[in-house]
């Protein structure tokens, strides 16, 4: 399926390059990569690279907040249901009942850790959000949850003496050696050294989000190009679910602005969405209206922009207090008005877009990939959580609780190994330049238009195929070269991941969860009701 995917990106050579010895490194540094970090025995070493800067994650910019049953009147059962029912049958019951079950806990922890939740009269202020039964959902500075959780683990994790952080550090590839993970060839661009270093560690821990940057419209920061799952692809890991990617139902749609997320909180909290002439459709889709799953919302409203001829939808709250609405969304309320708009008296102008990455690397309830002494938490990964949809809230929580379990799973493997460390031969072998220049900025834009118009919230076959032809027609001249920068590199992972979401979603003919297809529109249990795989050595994807 693969055949001219090289197994590393950059020429290796043991014996004239640098060298890194670590016991446990993580590579990632969202919510997921911070808190292993923080479980981590002490008597280990812990070296955590970032692509960017520690602050750049999804987890940063999560808006919304933490699901947790934290009122004496909701129940886990009540979660687990809600769980249950946005999955659209592909959940793991055990998974979700760990998560959901562990959720107080966790959320107790980050308190203690020193994040600071919106309270009302001296209690946390629960919100509710599209799928869930009970006002369950605890957020930070109105509208900027993210933001004060990393803040707060952020400072806890330098005050970790056992624990480095290496920030604007692009990990190229996973180093295997006899079916083992055994570190990562890392870029350092910094003024620190420059160029690659293979970084051996006892364990490694995958926590490299996800690859909204494959579509158009995103939600996802510039670093979101699904490096982890490539690069885990071409170790050999199994990588499960990948033509399940969630699109956030309302980005703020301006020309000239980023696609900031305008959080689903704002729904919760009695927002009505409305077309062109200011007609509330969502009635018309759904009986839950604007509380329906995203997947649902995604969909009503493209319809109805369709229906409207028009770009987009808009978010009415002029039927909300105004000084409460500015209260409650300050962040939202300071972007908004950088563009003349007051969300309290001004329709918000909102469309889709690609915003979860559901599919990733298949882990057990520990976080045990397929690749011995290789470990995955949050986005990068299909733990199980979230079936063929997210619900929202459900992702922070899922980064703490399998950061925490991945940290207890590594400690213990990792003291279990013998203290000694060596350089294995391993070698890439250098590839001629080509004379000819690519534009890859040309290319990635021509990838991210493609994915948007054939692989997004409405799929069929035609677009499907021509969308895989046209990705198997870059890869053959852009997979086999080696480039010395991150842009390269990035393109080429974007290429590998896009073609197994395409492959997936070319493969499940029928519509469930985040995945429609316009040809197949039923759900299929009885021929469906399955995962699809891939493994770089396995010629086809496999059905389970």
Known sequence: MFGNVPRYLVPLAPKRQRHRFVDVLIIGGGLAGLRAALGIDRRLSVLVVTKDRVEQSSSHYAQGGIAGVLDP???FEDHI???????GGLCDREVVEMVVREAPRRIDELIRWGTHFDQVGGELALGREGGHSHDRIVHALGDATGREVMRAMIQKVRECENVELWPNAFTLDLLTHQGTCRGAVVFDGSERSGGHTAVWAKQTVLCTG???QLYRETTNPEVATGDGHAAAFRAGAELRDMEFVQFHPTVLYIAGSSRTLITEAVRGAGARLVDRTGYRFMPDYDSRAELA???VVSRAITSQMEKTRHPCVYLDMTHLNPDWVRRRFPGIARTCAEFDLDIATDWIPVRPGAHYMIGGLVVDLQGRTTLPGLWAAGEATS???????????NSLLEGLVY????ASGVSAAALDMPDEFRALPLESAAIADHPDQLDLEDIRNSLKSLMWRDVGIC???TGLDEALEMVDYWSRYVLGRQFDNPRGWELQNMLVTARLVIEAARLREESRGVHYRDDFPETDDAHWRRHIVFR???PRPMVR
Do not use: I
């Open 383 to 393: 733990s199980g959580l979230h079936g063929a949809n997210r619900l929202a809230s």
């Open 536 to 538: 770089m050595d396995e």
């Open 459 to 461: 799929r069929q076959r």
């Open 81 to 87: 249901a809600d769980t249950l029912r946005a999955g």
């Open 403 to 406: 950061g925490a379990h991945v």
């Open 293 to 295: 799953p995203r997947d």
């Open 210 to 212: 996800g690859a909204g």
């Open 73 to 75: 009147e909701d129940r």
